[in-house]
T-cell receptor
Framework: NAGVTQTPKFQVLKTGQSMTLQCAQD?????MSWYRQDPGMGLRLIHY???????DQGEVPNGYNVSRSTTEDFPLRLLSAAPSQTSVYFC????????????FGSGTRLTVV | DAKTTQPPSMDCAEGRAANLPCNHSTISGNEYVYWYRQIHSQGPQYIIH???NNETNEMASLIITEDRKSSTLILPHATLRDTAVYYCIVRASNAGGTSYGKLTFGQGTILTVHP
């Protein structure tokens, strides 16, 4: 039982490049989400999914795409990286009943130059 | 979503109890109170949650007032490793709530445990 696995742990991109941040969980959680955390700030929700084939926008969705083709995976795509997307990205998952806590991954530290 | 208010920072001596307050005066009947903490730059860690009864687990205790407008997280014997940012969050418990599934993080409370 690995929990929530995020890859890569570190990434440097040039402005305009695209990439996909991977997130996988092996707990059969229905709910998955992506957050970003900028220095000295709390986490902000980017996108979330309540099950395979269902996604919705969070607080700061612009510049990011997601898809949920399986229960286990929830990749986050940066379409055209910008320096403003330099941040630490966290993926989280949970059951949908709301009666248990989220499990977070260890984060991906992204720098856009 | 119900908003929460927490003090920006608190100090605690090692070995003493740390009591972290949270106000959530607009909480709805189906919303749980969750506590998470984030140590340095790691991913947030779930601590405890509750609806209206007091809760205790191996990490902490959660005391919720009878009117549910505030709560206190208690770390009974704080250690240096408990130094972290602590977040109090409310979240709906079923699909009918507008905050269903979402965790909205505020600024949290920076707890510093000193020797």
């Amino acid at each position: 039982n690995a929990g929530v696995t995020q890859t890569p742990k570190f990434q440097v991109l040039k402005t305009g490049q695209s990439m996909t941040l991977q997130c996988a969980q092996d707990m059969n959680h229905e709910y998955m989400s992506w957050y970003r955390q900028d220095p000295g700030m709390g986490l902000r929700l980017i996108h979330y999914s309540v099950g395979a084939g269902i996604t919705d926008q969070g607080e700061v969705p612009n510049g990011y795409n997601v898809s949920r083709s399986t229960t286990e995976d929830f990749p986050l795509r940066l379409l055209s990286a910008a320096p403003s997307q330099t941040s630490v990205y966290f993926c989280a998952s949970s059951y949908t009943t709301g009666k248990r806590g989220y499990t977070f991954g260890s984060g991906t530290r992204l720098t856009v130059v | 979503d119900a908003k929460t208010t927490q003090p920006p920072s608190m100090d605690c001596a090692e070995g003493r109890a740390a009591n972290l307050p949270c106000n959530h005066s607009t909480i709805s009947g189906n919303e749980y109170v969750y506590w998470y903490r984030q140590i340095h730059s790691q991913g947030p860690q779930y601590i405890i949650h509750g609806l209206k009864n007091n809760e205790t687990n191996e990490m902490a205790s959660l005391i919720i007032t009878e009117d549910r407008k505030s709560s206190t997280l208690i770390l009974p014997h704080a250690t240096l490793r408990d130094t972290a940012v602590y977040y109090c969050i409310v979240r709906a418990s079923n699909a009918g709530g507008t905050s269903y599934g979402k965790l909205t993080f505020g600024q949290g409370t920076i707890l510093t445990v000193h020797p």
